[in-house]
């Protein structure tokens, strides 16, 4: 155990410094080790308090120092965020800096009292897991009696209270053939987006079976005609990058999402301070009390540093055309091989060694005045990226709004941009 001391604060020359061009845009936090469920493929391994988890203070620290390097967007997480006594302090805390506040729990011990309290504290949305259109199978499979039930009734108390709502299912043997039914479940109930995790091998779930390669394309190829069916809800795939060359090569919608992010706009801190370049990879790049805080950390890290340099990918992913728009999934390669930068081992493309054509593009203004309008500037840029995809692979020269309608899933959702803090409406 590392001794504790207090992060630094940060200052100018640091905060200009730190990362050169890549920013911790969206930050996912383990609050807490604490849990009131038992999931057997919990990456955190939650049940019961770690030792030494960041006291308010430090993270109030943390969040001024995510607030000067540009974060736009925090995950409370854990365990389970609710179990922990300040929870309300530190959402409100990260509102009033600015953030995007979401909240991710599993959503039993939620009541009409905790949402409000949530929405008063400037949390924006939610997401709860929900593993099963079968209550018996999903209650086995968290390890708690009653969980669909209060999940569910969860969903709809969020949803009643102006919260938006983010269903996340993690796909194994179990339920995989349960995916379409879970997606249109979610779709009647309201929710935002379906998330659809796909496992890594990590934590409790280092004993639990992934699905083949062959299987993951599958499930993949019918993710993304599964998002034509239902837009505008969000359907997404996580820690399952190749969904956008599956949707390029299709010339579907889709390509702005997905994309692996760990280490470039995305990290992990975990209860007692480690950072990590995702939740699911256990690679440690600091600790925010050992390492003269999270901005030196981020800054310095080797292992971040790595992640930023894609030279450095080997196998298929080094060689691969769609590594800017994929890249590959560097937990699961972490996992399979004990090696963040080898290939992900969950996709079945060969690489053909040839670029994508790609040629000039003209922004009609509507369209480009369309695509400013969304606040959070690492999702416009990645909707940015992911739109000229989709013109690329229509062979197409300009992007028009009818372009941009068609190649943006989430269109339809400007009602949801007035409501989003000045802070990240800034371009």
């Known amino acids: 155990m590392r001794a504790e001391t207090q992060p630094q604060t940060p200052d100018a020359s640091r905060i200009a410094a730190a990362g050169g061009n890549f920013r911790p845009a969206l930050v996912s936090w383990n609050l807490t080790r604490r849990c009131n469920l038992r999931c057997p493929h919990c990456y955190l391994s939650a049940g019961k308090k770690a030792e030494n988890e960041l006291t308010t203070d430090e993270c109030f620290a943390v969040m001024d120092e995510l607030r000067a390097l540009g974060t736009e967007m925090i995950i409370l997480t854990g365990g389970e965020p609710l179990l922990r006594k300040d929870i309300y302090d530190l959402a409100r805390r990260a509102s009033s800096l600015g953030f995007w506040v979401v909240m991710g729990t599993n959503g039993v011990l939620i009541n009409d009292r905790v949402a409000q309290t949530m929405v008063d504290c400037g949390v924006k949305g939610v997401g709860i897991s929900i593993d099963s259109i079968d209550p018996e199978k999903h209650d086995r499979f968290r390890g708690g009696p009653n969980s669909w039930q209060h999940s569910v009734a969860a969903l709809e108390i969020c949803k009643a209270n102006g919260l938006e709502v983010l269903v996340q299912t993690t796909i194994m043997d179990m339920n995989?053939?349960?995916?379409?039914?879970?997606?249109?479940?979610?779709?009647?109930?309201?929710?935002?987006?379906?998330?659809?995790?796909f496992l890594v091998q990590t934590g409790r779930g280092q004993q639990m079976s992934d699905l083949s390669a062959h299987d993951t394309e599958s499930v993949l190829a019918d993710l993304v005609a599964a998002q034509e069916k239902f837009k505008p809800m969000l359907v997404r795939s996580k820690c399952a990058p190749h969904f956008k060359r599956i949707a390029y090569e299709q010339g579907l919608a889709g390509m702005d999402s997905g994309g692996c992010m760990a280490g470039t706009q995305y990290c992990r801190i975990t209860p007692n301070g480690d950072?990590?370049?995702c939740p699911y990879m256990d690679v440690v790049a600091g600790n925010v009390r050992a390492d003269?805080?999270?901005?030196?950390?981020?800054?310095?890290?080797?292992?971040l540093l790595a992640l930023r340099d894609p030279t450095r990918l080997g196998g298929r992913c080094g060689a691969c055309e769609f590594q800017e728009l994929c890249g590959g999934c560097r937990c699961r390669a972490q996992a399979a091989f004990d090696d963040y930068l080898a290939e992900d081992p969950a996709c079945t493309y060969q690489p053909t060694g040839q670029p994508i054509a790609?040629?000039?593009l003209v922004w009609h203004p509507e369209a480009r005045a369309r695509l400013e309008r969304i606040p959070i500037r690492f999702v416009r840029q990645k909707v940015e990226k992911g739109i000229e995809a989709f013109?690329?692979?229509?062979?197409?020269l300009e992007i028009t709004p009818e372009?941009?309608?068609?190649?943006?899933?989430?269109?339809?959702?400007?009602?949801?941009?007035s409501r989003m803090p000045s802070f990240l409406r800034k371009p």
Request: proline letters at 3%; aromatic letters at 10%; zero cysteines.
């Open 358 to 360: 790609v040629q000039t």
């Open 176 to 197: 995989r053939d349960e995916i379409p039914e879970l997606i249109a479940f979610t779709r009647d109930k309201g929710a935002w987006s379906f998330n659809l995790y």
């Open 292 to 303: 003269g805080g999270f901005t030196a950390v981020w800054r310095d890290s080797e292992t």
């Open 403 to 417: 372009i941009m309608k068609e190649g943006m899933q989430g269109d339809g959702r400007d009602s949801m941009l």
């Open 391 to 396: 013109a690329h692979s229509r062979g197409l």
């Open 275 to 277: 950072v990590t370049p």
